[in-house]
Nanobody
Framework: QVQLVESGGGLVQPGGSLRLSCAAS????????IGWFRQAPGKEREGISC????????YYADSVKGRFTISRDNAKNTVYLQMNSLKPKDTAVYYC????????????????WGQGTQVTVSS
């Protein structure tokens, strides 16, 4: 069964850092655009970053620009989201998604989705 699995979430103090990973099983990620999304309780899902198949093109939402960095290691079949200067408003469940189209990912669509990892920013 094709799967995306997120990891790396947890509890961190404001100003701290976390690195999320999105790993694939039973398929290779290098043919897919990967997007990171998040959903806080009572709020709509928000697309925060995505990266093209080669890693050449990236996108960041204004809410995370300058603090988060997306990268990929196709040899390890993994995409990362480095999150620095975390704020309480970054608290959410973070999901990764894979799709062949950058446009679809930017629209919040994806062929494959992970189950999510919780990120909590609190003192």
């Amino acid at each position: 069964q094709v799967q995306l699995v997120e990891s790396g979430g947890g509890l961190v103090q404001p100003g701290g850092s976390l690195r999320l990973s999105c790993a694939a099983s039973r398929f290779t990620l290098d043919s897919y655009v990967i997007g990171w999304f998040r959903q806080a309780p009572g709020k709509e899902r928000e697309g925060i970053s995505c990266i093209s198949q080669s890693g050449t093109n990236t996108y960041y939402a204004d809410s995370v620009k300058g603090r988060f960095t997306i990268s990929r290691d196709n040899a390890k079949n993994t995409v990362y989201l480095q999150m620095n200067s975390l704020k309480p408003k970054d608290t959410a469940v973070y999901y990764c998604a894979a799709d062949s189209s950058f446009t679809r990912i930017l629209s919040g669509l994806g062929d494959y989705w992970g189950q999510g990892t919780q990120v909590t920013v609190s003192s």
